[in-house]
Structures are given as C-alpha cells and as structure tokens.
C-alpha cells in the first residue's frame, strides 16, 4: 500500500505548519486533523479549516484522501476558525435563559416592579396561561436539543453564544416584564380572542414539534447526509408539499398565537424579527436544497406557501 | 447564424439601456449635489447676515429654520441613492448618519422650543453647515470631473475638527433639553395602554447619548482610513514626478 506525504501550510502566510509522512490513503480528513492537533495542541479539531486552495471552501472531515485531486504529497491551507463552541452548548445555554427569566419576571422578584408587588401574581388569568404557554415552548425546545435535532455541525464560532443570549435573553426580559406587570391590560376581546391563540398556539407547537421528528428520521444515527424531506403519515407534516422549511412556518404561527394571546407589543416586534431572521435561514436552506438536489419538488416555496 | 446576430444586438441594446441609466444617474446625482451646495449657501449667507444685523444668536434658529429643515430632510434622498446603487456607499452607513441628522434637527431642535437659543444649536448647526458645503461640492465637482485640490483637502481634513466639534454641539443639545422632556412627558407612553407597552423619551434620550461613546470613534475613524487612502496614494505619484 502506498502511503502519502501530507504537509499543512498556513493559508495566510504560506508557513509550513505541520508535516505528516505515512499517512493511509484511506485517511479521511477528520484522522489528519487529529494528527495535525498533536503537533499543535492549541488547535482542536473543531477550529482546523483545512482546504486544497487558500481561499477555497473547507473540506469535509469525512473525505478521503485518496479521492481528493491531490498527489502521493498532498497540501493543504490551514485557516484558524477560532475558539469554538459546541452547537448544543449555545442551544441549552441561549433556551435556558428565556425560561427562567420570564419566571422571575412571572413570580415579580423584587427590584423589578415596585416594592408593594414583589411575590404577588398578576390578577389575569391570562397572564398565568402565558406563562405556561412561554415555558412549555422553552422547555420543549431544551428537550429537542438533547434528544431529538441531528446536528450536521458540531460548533460554531464562540462569539455567537454572546449574540444569541443577548437576543434571546434580552427579548425575554422585555416581553416577560410588561405581560406581568401589575399594570398589564388584558387582551381585547377577551376570552373568545385568548381561546383562538391559544388553539394557534397549540396547533403550532404540535405542528413544529412533528416537522422536527420528521427531520430527525431522515437521517440515521451519527451521520451526516442530506435527503429531501417529505410528507410522512402525520397530517402536521403534509405541509411540507408547500414549503421547504416547515419548522419556521410553525414556529412563526406559535408566536403570532402567542401575541394574539398577551396583546402586547414587544412580543409582535420579537415575532417580526424571528420572522425575518427565519425567513433568511429558510431562503438559503430552500436555495441549498435546489441546488444539491435535481429532482426538488417545484411546488415548494422557503416559508410561506407561494408567497414567501 | 442569425441566432448569433440577434444575440449580439440585443447585447448592444443592454449595454445602451445601461450606458443610458448612467448617464441619467450622473445627471441627477450631479443636479442633486449642486441644488444640496447651494441649499447650505444660502444657510451659511443667513446666519452671517443674522449676526451682522443682529449681533446676537438668539432667534437665529426661528429665522433659519424652515431652509434647515427642507434641506437637511432632503438628504434622505441620499440612502435611496445607495440602495439602488447609483451611488457606492454602504446603504446602513448613509442610514445612520442621515438618521442622526433627522433626528437633531426634528425630534430635539424642532420641537423642544426651549433649548433653540441655545449655544449648543448654533455650534452644531454652524459645523453642519460648513461640512455639508464642503461635502456636497465635493461630489459635485468630482462628478463634473473638475475636482480642485483644495476642496479635495478640505473634504478629507477638516472633518477632524468639525466632527468632534459637532459631537459637542449635539449632545449639549440634547443635555440641555433633558429637564424639559422630563417635565412635559414628551413623545412618551405610559402604563396601563392596551398595547401593553411603555415608551420614555427621557431615558431614551439618555440611551441616544451613550451610544455616541461606540459610535462617534468608529464613524471618525471610517474617515481617518477613507483620509489615508484617498490623500496616501496622491502623495505616493508626487513623489515619482
């Protein structure tokens, strides 16, 4: 068997990094990271971008070296990704925090409200029927990250678990203080217009619930592949014939029930930019879908039936 | 064959519909800038034939105030003119300067009557004025490939005294009128509402001035580094000659 010659040079400064001899032709990008991890320990895996060009796209720990257009000594361009975060760290870290400040805000700590409301409980029942609704939503999604999403990556740049908590514990804060405020207003019309959210509501979590079980079964196990999705025996997932990334549709519902529910304002303007965002997620994953994939159903908008 | 000629006329007839767009680009960018130099002309002409007649800056704001608004308000034009493209900035850079602009002159100086004689307001607005002239005539000789060196050094160097000058002035302002947006509640919503949100001016104006600490250094420096590479590269060819 003939074994290759690897050298990682530096994809800014062209320095050579590291040199690898007798190396398996059946070694896959993952084994040489590891190995380049030895001679510089500062550099975990996770962080290595290792290409073919300098200014290419990174190559997947799962390709082999044989099969890339490399010679018996092959070379490669390190780039540092930086300090890295594990994906289910930021998603525990940034879900955890909306719940349990909401609750502080629901149960009035002192120093939020003025002293004479401190440990009291709001007077609507409203109010307590969106503290459930916020909870229930935080603590399904806590337990979707540890037991149901497939990750396709393992970390992501540790400057976003800063991003993220601040949007979504600072959203919290500012949704949970005026829905628990003593001087809070209940909705409108009442108990006919809480009923119909709370229906949307339900109907949206159930909904977003069954597209993630749906997505989780596409793709066995500890792997990484790709497949299209389709709809599956549960009525929830049938809108997957109209849109690519059903997930977001249901989850926009889940929050448009929820501000019909408190009738507030902060919680419309968290909806509008969740929406926005998504819709961006949606666009490129609807995009990457087309483009890996020849015989995608044309029927298909990103997130919202033939509109969007 | 034919297929062939078709394709090349109507790629003729592109590049001419393109050739055109620029053109009436450059037109209206060119009239837009000569119209913007000659609104802030008549701005400075004002306030110099206030001071001469009346020796004083108090009621310079009442007298100016209506070409202050229509002017500096017209600027938005400017971030229509980046995001369609006719013009190369970044669409959110335009954004927040105009914003700012719009901001100081009608959510403070226009409607907090109290503080308009202030000092603050005239060193603002005097700095506002000689920038925006030196600006807009800037681009409009640039644009009419006529652009004489002086204005091209004022343009790049006297920013680093108005820029820090017009900060002052701007948050003296704003300083200035916080006790009168306290007391009069001012553009605020209070609780109970049936949106069930609140809105205090006076603390957002308090927010508005701390975030000058962030962005005033960055937007002074975008110009310092703009400054090196526009007069570096000028020096670089007087010294091969």
Redesign the interface.
């Known amino acids: 068997m003939k074994h290759y010659e690897v050298e990682i040079l530096d994809a800014k400064t062209k320095d050579k990094l590291c040199f690898l001899d007798k190396v398996e032709p059946n070694a896959t990008i993952g084994e040489i990271k590891s190995m380049f991890h030895k001679s510089h320990p500062q550099w975990y895996p996770a962080r290595q971008s290792i290409r073919l060009d300098p200014k290419g796209k990174s190559l997947k720990d799962e390709d082999v070296l044989q099969h890339l257009p490399v010679g018996t000594t092959a070379t490669f361009y390190f780039r540092d990704l930086g300090a890295q975060i594990s994906w289910v760290t930021v998603f525990l870290t940034e879900y955890a925090g909306p719940l349990l400040i909401y609750l502080m805000f629901y149960f009035r700590v002192p120093f939020i409200y003025a002293p004479k409301y401190d440990f009291t409980t709001s007077k609507h029942w409203v109010v307590h029927l969106a503290c459930m609704c916020h909870s229930f939503h935080y603590v399904k999604r806590l337990l979707e990250t540890m037991f149901v999403h497939r990750f396709s990556h393992g970390t992501m740049p540790l400057r976003n678990i800063f991003k993220n908590c601040t949007y979504y514990w600072g959203f919290a804060a500012w949704m949970a203080y ?2 628990n ?1 003593p ?3 209940p909705p ?1 019309y009442g108990e006919q217009q809480i009923r119909l959210a709370l229906i949307v509501f339900l109907f949206c979590q159930i909904g977003n619930f069954s597209i993630h079980i749906a997505l989780r079964n596409l793709r066995p196990p500890g792997s990484k592949t790709r497949k299209i999705p389709y709809p599956t025996k549960n009525p929830f997932t049938w809108v997957f014939l109209l849109v690519s990334c059903p997930n977001y549709t249901y989850e926009l519902g889940s929050w448009l029930g929820f501000t019909l529910m ?5 919680v419309a303007f968290f909806t509008l930019v969740g929406f926005i965002q998504m819709t961006v997620w949606a666009k490129g994953k609807h995009r990457s879908y087309l483009k890996e994939f020849r015989d995608y159903p044309k029927l298909r908008s990103p997130i919202l039936p033939f509109v969007l | 064959a034919s297929g062939e000629e078709d394709g090349a006329v109507e790629e003729k007839e592109t590049n001419n519909k393109k050739r055109t767009k620029g053109a009436i680009a450059t037109a209206w960018l060119t009239f837009y800038n000569i119209a913007m130099t000659a609104g802030w002309l008549v701005l400075a002409v004002a306030m110099v034939r206030f001071y001469f007649h009346k020796g004083t800056h108090k009621g310079l704001y009442k007298t100016i105030a209506r070409t202050l608004k229509f002017f500096q308000t017209f600027a938005l034009l400017e971030i229509g003119h980046c995001a369609i493209g006719i013009v190369r900035t970044s669409v959110i850079v335009t954004g927040v300067q105009v914003s700012s602009r719009i901001f100081m002159v009608w959510f403070i100086t226009n409607s907090i009557r109290q503080i308009q004689n202030e000092e603050s307001v005239v060193l603002f607005v005097v700095v506002w004025t000689l920038t925006e002239i030196t600006r807009y005539s800037f681009y409009t000789f640039k644009l009419l490939n006529h652009l004489p060196y002086f204005i091209k050094w004022a343009r790049y160097n006297l920013f680093i005294v108005m820029y820090p000058l017009g900060v002052i002035g701007e948050l003296m302002t704003i300083y200035g009128a916080l006790p009168y947006v306290r007391r009069s509640g001012m553009y605020s919503l209070r ?8 809105f205090d001016y006076y603390y957002f104006l308090i927010i508005v001035m701390l975030s000058y600490i962030p962005l005033f250094p960055q937007l002074f420096l975008h110009m310092l580094r703009q400054r090196r590479r526009v007069l570096h590269g000028e020096v670089i060819v007087e010294k091969d000659e």
């Open positions: 005026y829905i405020h001087l809070y207003t409108t408190t009738q507030c304002l902060p | 609780l109970p509402n049936k949106y069930n949100v609140s």
